[in-house]
């Protein structure tokens, strides 16, 4: 059975960083990403990573986090990090981590698995 589960979420002040967790079980994946819901918003793409043979990988920002958010991975923990840094109140949603055997982007709208989603709330 596979799962997603975040970790690291939570109250920041503006200017503040979180790092998110994602671990995934019951298989591995090519591509991990993180996406993210505001209140009465549409889930949006927040961030990806892929990998092919070797060590090769790739790393896809939304415009909004270019600069202040990274993404990385741990092959053998079959995890993977989002270090987010210069929060603003904007930032403010649940964050899901997102699983596919195909390369997630910007414009995946159903990644194959869903994580439960963690709480992050940015105050001004």
């Known amino acids: 059975q596979v799962q997603l589960v975040e970790s690291g979420g939570g109250l920041v002040t503006t200017g503040g960083s979180l790092r998110l967790s994602c671990a995934a079980s019951g298989r591995t994946f090519s591509s991990m990403g993180w996406f993210r819901q505001a209140p009465g918003k549409e889930r949006e793409f927040v961030s990806a990573?892929?990998?092919?043979?070797?060590?090769?990988?790739?790393?896809y920002y939304a415009d909004s986090v270019k600069g202040r958010f990274t993404i990385s991975r741990d092959n053998a923990k079959n995890t993977v990090y989002l270090q987010m840094n210069s929060l603003a109140p904007e930032d403010t949603a649940v964050y899901y981590c997102?699983?596919?055997?195909?390369?997630?982007?910007?414009?995946?709208?159903?990644?194959?698995?869903w994580g439960q989603g963690t709480q992050v709330t940015v105050s001004s």
């Open positions: 997102a699983a596919d055997s195909r390369r997630i982007v910007a414009g995946t709208k159903t990644p194959a698995y």
């Open positions: 990573i892929s990998w092919s043979s070797g060590s090769a990988y790739y790393a």
